[in-house]
């Protein structure tokens, strides 16, 4: 069991699956830059926060959740849980102040398109299993609604997928602990990275040494 000062934010997989060395400049380095994108992300977020809790008939829903895991060491917050009436044999739980059992899944919101690594499926993962130590209930699965095509995409959380963020965990902590960062890797997810600027791959990669960096860069500038 972790301690309160030992838990590790959730975000911070979906930074590592990304990336190692934005992780590691978001969470060692205390280094942030906004771009359009992170803009639009923070936007979206905001206002699924501000809609609030709701009920309708059979379903309740909880908006900016604070979750956390003391086994796995984790905190963060969950943009919206829903909770949908079922029976007791349905791996329900009971709510305050609710009458019957009530089965929960996760949902997490993104401003843009499904991505081709799973780090959102990974940080999504993560929240159920601190949702599942919180209430003490298995969830098989959650969703990502994503802003592009504005549609739900159902994610099973299954063994794999749980496998991947128990070890997309241990990677992070030992990252964080080693408080070193990682080598720039310098390919095109640098382009959409709000830390370009900082991180700046072209210089720090291995690919390139900084004087083929220089001398092509003193080309473009010189025509």
């Not at 965990?169 to 070193?180: C, F, P």
Request: some cysteine.
């Amino acid at each position: 069991m972790f301690a309160e000062e030992d838990l590790l934010p959730i975000s911070a997989l979906q930074h590592y699956i990304f990336c190692p060395r934005q992780c590691a400049l978001i969470h060692v380095e205390q280094v942030w830059s906004d771009n359009v994108l992170t803009v639009q992300g923070s936007l979206l977020h905001s206002k699924v926060h501000a809609s609030g809790s709701e009920a309708r008939g059979d379903l309740i829903v909880m908006r900016g959740m604070r979750i956390r895991s003391l086994r796995l060491g984790l905190i963060g917050q969950a943009d919206a849980v829903e909770f949908v009436r079922c029976s007791m044999e349905e791996d329900g739980v009971r709510l305050a102040d609710r009458h019957g059992h009530w089965r929960p899944s996760v949902i997490e919101y993104k401003r843009g398109r499904p991505k081709i690594d799973r780090c959102d499926e990974v940080q999504l993962c993560a929240q159920v299993m601190c949702m599942e130590e919180m209430l003490g209930v298995e969830i098989f699965e959650a969703a990502i609604f994503y802003g592009d095509p504005r549609r739900r995409y159902r994610v099973s959380i299954n063994k794999s997928l749980r496998i991947e963020t128990t070890d997309a965990i241990v990677a992070v902590r030992a990252l964080l602990e080693s408080s070193l960062l990682p080598v720039a890797v310098d390919d095109k997810r640098c382009r959409r990275c709000s830390l370009l600027d900082q991180c700046q791959p072209g210089i720090t990669s291995r690919k390139r040494s900084a004087a083929a960096y220089l001398k092509a860069a003193v080309k473009e500038q010189c025509g």
